[in-house]
């Protein structure tokens, strides 16, 4: 059983995951990007799905979810450029877990004493370990309504997320190149708003307090 205090442990696991430089803005208005974006881009795609997020006061450094509840990923920020951040995401798995795989998601949620086995059976075997022996790990289901756009190798997303019963439009860019990424930036007129990855909004406020911030 894990103990009731975070340890923050540099994950050691040597998995490679391709990075990208990304920008998420959560504007409070009506935002002129979002016209820009459907009326310039391509649509690539449209999807609705319920994504939980295993929040931790490292979430804006490494964050752990539930992709559409059931596909493990663990995503790590590198060194920002500018007001991009840069992530790769080393783990995206289906359930069972390996028991290496449980170790890299212990590490990742600063957890010391680890996971129990069983927790790597299925989606609700780690959400009930969780709940039982971390509980300063708290669960955060973000449901998500969201259409893709492209232009070239930017990729980008406007979506409604639904966190808590309380609803925010966000709008995001990904992309290999981070010119391409900064001139995306530039064109849709995001450069005045801040970047704010999920787990930035996501991170518990009192975890962050009560444990130091990553």
Same mark, same amino acid.
């Given at each position: 059983?894990? +103990? ?10 040597? /998995? ?13 208005? *009506?935002?002129?990007?979002?016209? %820009?974006? *459907?009326? *310039?881009?391509?649509?690539?795609? =449209? ?13 804006? /450094?490494? &964050?752990?979810?539930?992709?559409? @509840? ?7 920020? =590198? ?5 991009? *951040?840069?992530?790769? !995401? ?29 927790? =790597? ?8 370990? &969780? ?11 973000? %449901? ?9 190798? !930017?990729?980008?997303?406007? !979506?409604?997320?639904?966190?808590? @019963? ?16 900064? !001139?995306?930036?530039?064109?849709? =007129?995001?450069? +005045? ?17 009560? +444990?130091?911030?990553?």
């Amino acid at each position: 059983m894990t +103990g009731g205090v975070f340890v923050r442990i540099e994950p050691r696991d040597s /998995e490679a995951g391709e990075g990208r430089f990304e920008f998420r803005a959560w504007p409070r208005r *009506q935002s002129r990007a979002a016209t %820009r974006l *459907q009326g *310039q881009w391509a649509l690539e795609s =449209g999807e609705s799905r319920a994504d939980i997020y295993l929040a931790t006061p490292f979430s804006p /450094e490494t &964050l752990v979810k539930l992709r559409d @509840g059931a596909r493990l990923e663990v995503k790590r920020r =590198g060194p920002d450029l500018g007001v991009l *951040q840069f992530w790769t !995401c080393p783990v995206s798995t289906p359930f069972p877990l390996s028991r290496r795989t449980l170790a890299v998601v212990a590490r990742a949620l600063g957890l010391a004493g680890g996971l129990q086995p069983e927790a =790597g059976l299925s989606p609700a075997h780690l959400l009930v370990d &969780l709940a039982a022996s971390a509980p300063q790990v708290m669960p955060a289901t973000v %449901r998500k309504a969201r259409l893709v756009f492209r232009s070239g190798s !930017c990729r980008a997303e406007l !979506c409604r997320a639904t966190v808590r @019963g309380r609803s925010r439009l966000t709008l995001a860019l990904d992309d290999p190149d981070p010119a391409s990424a900064l !001139c995306a930036v530039d064109s849709l =007129g995001l450069g +005045g708003l801040p970047n704010r990855s999920y787990g930035d909004m996501l991170r518990p406020r009192r975890l962050m307090q009560a +444990g130091g911030g990553a």
